[in-house]
């Protein structure tokens, strides 16, 4: 069978097993746990070996495996049945029973097969994208290519690219500048100015401000432009040391990817080279990606070590060994480990007869929460989503903070509502992942990355934030182009 033909078939034979999959679930069938393990590790590494959205497909790649995370400490299972990672009684408690823990994977997978199922559907209904999108699209790669050999790009004059540099690295000050640090005091999550106005998402509006200058230092084609890469990260890497990792906290990290996945999919490829691949003659060239492997295994551990750090730093222990990074930072005490509790919880809600389904109103309560706070908290209007009651906050005693992608679908709609939702996420990331259609669709597409972490990790309004602030943010930069070409 050719392998287009199979590739139809693909979305499927996986939704047809989510299916059976949800209604054994209904019924009380659940799958054991080495069982469960094995296969969702299977699906996750054949969906990131023919991911094929894009070049790299590396945002398909990235929440394919930021979905999986929380369950590698369940790997253990194959060492020891009854690992428990937790020593809280309820956790232990709950960790303890081979049902929850049953129930939870089950969830787990079925969840997967969703976004995976709805990854190969979107994948199969469009051709597969190398270094253009489409060739009727509205603008290439090869368009950006030859827009800068023609002098069409526009891009904006330095004064207005350097204030606006200063307001992004003001703007994430606001959100950590609180005088403590690691080095004295432990983790406290962020308390900047930003957050007593109730402006949670300041730092992320910084990142998307971040990104769109790459963006605009890229399409630059004047000798400002090294200049403007440069200070740009420059900006970006004191704004994150400094405002950020000293105070322990980690968000930026999908700033770090966005930036990396921008860097992938430049447009610095020569033309020639396109079109020879664009014909087959030569193969693609990933010296970019072998460039980028050493910084990003450097960063990995960065981010994974600064979670033991954060709490060691301010005590008298200050010793960390390569094991205390590996238990703590990697699986233990790890972000995703924490988000595999409020599965664990809703597993145990499900269990207990307690789960009361919401049927959609988690949803409606996200479009009653965009205003953004600052307006509402003026206004004394309190939103149905806030900090301090979200998704986030149903699993009080039993979670550590976070919600994994499945358990707003799950409380609304079952498990059906599981494989259906997360199917139409994997549609929707499938979309995004084409950086190089226009110059506005690779602004979403890195602004998705920079959110990618929260998420999957805590929450959806991250990406409706996201994609909220993209679009405002590209029609202010249109608006600063016109007003530069008005006055040049």
């Not at 090869?142 to 069409?152: A, I, N, W």
């Not at 703007?171 to 962020?190: A, E, K, Q, V």
């Not at 992938?264 to 020879?276: C, E, F, R, S």
């Not at 806030?386 to 550590?400: A, D, T, V």
Request: charged residues 15%; contains cysteine; glycine residues 8%.
């Amino acid at each position: 069978m050719k392998r287009c033909q199979f590739s139809s078939l693909e979305p499927i034979l996986l939704a047809g097993w989510g299916i059976i999959l949800a209604i054994l679930f209904t019924y009380g069938v659940y799958i054991h746990r080495r069982p469960a393990v094995a296969a969702m590790f299977a699906l996750a590494i054949w969906a990131l070996a023919t991911a094929r959205a894009s070049r790299f497909s590396l945002l398909e790649r990235l929440m394919i495996t930021l979905y999986v995370m929380p369950f590698l400490i369940m790997i253990t299972y194959f060492f020891d049945p009854d690992y428990i990672w937790e020593s809280t009684p309820i956790r232990v408690k709950l960790l303890a029973d081979p049902t929850i823990i049953r129930q939870t994977l089950s969830i787990g997978l079925i969840g997967l097969v969703g976004l995976v199922a709805g990854m190969k559907m979107a994948e199969s209904l469009q051709p597969r994208r190398v270094l253009v999108a489409s060739v009727g699209g509205r603008a290439t790669c090869l368009d950006t290519l030859l827009d800068r050999y023609t002098h069409k790009v526009e891009s904006l004059n330095m004064l207005v690219f350097f204030t606006l540099l200063v307001l992004s690295m003001t703007l994430l000050f606001l959100m950590n500048n609180d005088s403590h640090t690691i080095f004295s005091d432990t983790y406290r999550g962020t308390s900047g100015w930003a957050m007593k106005v109730n402006f949670s998402g300041a730092g992320l509006v910084s990142y998307l401000f971040f990104i769109l200058l790459f963006i605009d230092a890229e399409r630059d084609k004047s000798y400002f432009r090294g200049f403007k890469f440069l200070s740009a990260l420059l900006a970006i890497g004191f704004s994150i040391l400094y405002f950020e990792l000293v105070r322990g906290n980690r968000d930026a990290i999908g700033l770090i990817a966005a930036l990396m996945g921008l860097y992938l999919t430049g447009d610095a490829a020569p033309v020639l080279n396109y079109l020879k691949e664009k014909f087959g003659v030569i193969k693609s060239d990933n010296k970019r990606l072998r460039k980028m492997f050493v910084p990003a295994l450097v960063i990995l551990v960065i981010y994974v070590a600064i979670t033991p750090l954060r709490t060691r730093l301010s005590r008298s222990r200050t010793h960390l060994s390569v094991s205390d990074v590996v238990v703590e930072g990697f699986l233990e005490q790890s972000t995703w480990t924490s988000i595999l509790l409020t599965n664990v919880g809703s597993a145990y809600f499900y269990s207990m007869g307690d789960i009361e389904y919401l049927y959609g109103q988690t949803y409606l309560d996200y479009l009653l929460s965009l205003p953004p706070g600052v307006l509402t908290q003026s206004l004394d209007y309190e939103r149905p989503l806030e900090r301090w009651q979200n998704p986030n906050c149903w699993f009080h005693r039993i979670g550590r903070g976070g919600i994994h992608p499945v358990i707003v679908p799950f409380h609304n709609f079952g498990v059906f509502g599981v494989l259906v939702i997360m199917a139409i996420i994997g549609i929707f990331i499938v979309w995004v992942d084409n950086p190089n259609r226009s110059t506005q669709r690779r602004f979403l597409y890195a602004g998705v990355i920079s959110g990618s972490f929260k998420w999957f990790w805590y929450g959806d309004m991250t990406i409706i934030r996201v994609t909220m602030g993209v679009a405002m943010l590209w029609v202010f930069y249109r608006v600063l182009l016109r007003l530069g070409r008005r006055f040049a």
